[in-house]
């Protein structure tokens, strides 16, 4: 890691950063509008653009940070437009976890409704000691098998 001495550096750097949050952030919001219209094995295709590029991010940001001092002394205005930009990402972050879990969600109980179904299905139709049909017991219910992959 290297130390930051003069102000140019530090504009660059500062630059850097905000270049990478900002295709980060193009990708994250991508990803939540795929996803969103359900084109889910598209979203699944940004996943390694989304690992480097948050790679990149990590490392560029342990920089900066080791040198915030220095940076906030001799370049203030970018410092904060740098603050700015990631608080625009943070919300983008915080509306594609939603959007990731609600699809979650959704799959989850399509998933547990059709393993319901199927178990119903496989069970015979019987009355039990009150008169009413029995609910499939779990312990005999088939296995059900699910591809992972999208």
């Known amino acids: 890691m290297s130390l930051i001495t003069r102000t140019t550096e530090a504009e660059k750097a500062i630059e850097d950063v905000s270049n990478v949050i900002e295709t980060l952030c193009g990708v994250v919001e991508q990803e939540t ?74 799959s989850e109980g399509i998933v547990r409704r059709l393993s319901g179904d199927l178990a119903r299905k496989a069970s015979p139709q019987v009355y039990g000691a009150t008169g009413r049909t029995t609910a499939p017991d779990p312990k005999h219910g088939r296995p059900l098998a699910i591809s992972r992959k999208l």
């Open 33 to 106: 509008a795929l996803v969103h219209a359900g084109k889910v094995r598209m979203a699944a295709g940004l996943g390694p653009t989304k690992a480097e590029l948050a790679g990149e991010l990590l490392a560029r940001g342990d920089r900066l940070k080791a040198n915030a001092k220095f940076l906030l002394q001799s370049a203030p205005e970018r410092c904060a437009a740098l603050q700015r930009l990631q608080e625009r990402f943070r919300a983008a972050l915080q509306k594609n976890m939603v959007v990731l879990a609600t699809a979650h969600a959704v």
